[in-house]
């Protein structure tokens, strides 16, 4: 655990933390917790969001608009833009509090760039509430709302794995592994959390990462862009699968996997097995048609819910019910969570996942 403590750059912290499952060392919040002693049932909730690098975020912005609204709340909702991330979000959580809002909601563009906006918002007395990415080392986050996304990552390994099984039932299988930005808190959690199913099968040589980029750092996609997996993967199909079969390809969400997808077919190679996460439309419809194997539902109605649910116990005076206090260790204090359950999808799955999702259930039939 001490290693946690000694970490210094936001993605080893963020690499560590989802690691460590012990929460009796970890040093404790020494600073400025917010307590919120309750306010106007109409006051301004900030949610401020990435830009849209996934489906996830764009119905994300539109059911916090509607949910705030219908609990009767001044709702406040931003997305940073594609180029000036980091800075527009900065920008807009800063204006948030300026306008007074009491909770502000962070899906955040970089986790690591948001501590002195995150001070400003303690120093107002608002509530700073992580939404789905954790905000790296500082003390000023009060809460953390997400899917377990280290679960997300365990599912993950664990179905590349058993598509590969079932269509071929002896190894050994030949794999790639891709990551998410690196300015994101969550794709090393995803990694680690894949990896920790891969690794003891890499370490039998039961599977092979034929190219050896085994590496985070290696295996990234800058601000999950789809060309930018799509063109590592084009370079990997060139340089190392000649003659090798390509059985598996972790992918760690939709946008990418479909990405890996079409690298493969202008290459004209058979089909691999490839992950995704999000339960995005396009890669639902591939799962159904064959092509992507699986993908995971989280169902971004859920989260939206428990993040509001927390702004109305704050708005009583209350404290927000958490169910997790020792996994997500921020590099500073450990930030008390909801975890929500992540759910693998797969085309023999796909009908009962999404039998209450009037959007994804008439894809499945
Ligand atoms: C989210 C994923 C999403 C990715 C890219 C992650 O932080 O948890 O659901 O696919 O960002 O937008």
Redesign the pocket.
């Known amino acids: 655990m001490k290693k946690v403590l000694l970490v210094t750059t936001a993605l080893a912290a963020a690499t560590m933390l989802a690691l460590s499952g012990c929460a009796s060392s970890a040093r404790t919040d020494a600073g400025s917790s917010s307590s919120a002693a309750g306010f106007p049932a109409d006051a301004t909730i900030g949610v401020a969001l ?1 830009s849209k ?2 489906e ?2 764009v119905l994300a912005g539109g059911l916090f608009t509607d949910g705030l609204k219908s609990a009767g709340f001044t709702g406040d909702v931003q997305y940073a833009g594609a180029s000036t991330t980091v800075k527009d979000q900065q920008d807009q959580i800063s204006s948030m509090i300026t306008k007074g809002a009491k909770v502000v909601i962070i ?1 955040a563009a970089d986790g690591g760039q948001l501590a002195t906006q995150a001070k400003a918002a303690h120093d107002a007395g608002a509530v700073v509430i992580a939404y ?2 954790l905000i790296l080392n500082t003390p000023d986050v009060d809460y953390y709302v ?2 377990d ?1 280290f679960k ?1 990552g365990v599912l993950q390994g664990q179905a590349l794995l058993d598509g590969m099984k079932a269509k071929n039932p002896t190894g050994p299988y030949h794999i790639e592994l891709f990551s ?2 690196s300015d ?4 090393p959690v ?1 990694f680690n959390g894949a990896m920790s199913v891969l690794q003891p099968e890499i370490d039998k040589g039961t599977v092979i990462v034929t190219s050896g980029q085994t590496d985070i750092k290696q295996t990234a996609t800058a601000g ?1 862009k789809a060309e930018n997996a799509q063109s590592r993967m084009d370079s990997l199909l060139t340089s190392t699968y000649g003659a090798t079969p390509l059985d598996g390809v972790l992918s ?4 990418l996997a479909r990405a890996i997808i079409t690298s493969v077919k202008a290459a004209g190679k058979p089909l691999p097995i490839v992950t995704g ?2 339960s995005e439309v396009e890669s639902v419809k591939s799962i159904m048609a064959g092509e992507q194997y699986s993908t995971i539902n ?1 169902d971004t109605r859920a989260l939206v819910a428990q993040a509001i649910k927390m702004a109305q116990e704050l708005q009583k005076g209350g404290t927000p019910e958490t169910n997790d206090t020792k996994s997500y260790n921020n590099g500073v204090k450990i930030v008390p969570a909801y975890l929500l359950a992540p759910i693998i999808v797969t085309k023999a799955t796909a009908a009962e996942a999404y039998a209450n999702d009037p959007t994804l259930e008439p894809l499945t039939k």
């Open positions: 990435p690098t996934s996830n975020w899906g789905d990415r997400a899917y996304n997300v998410g930005s994101d808190a969550n794709a995803f999950w760690p969400n939709d946008t996460q999000d989280k």
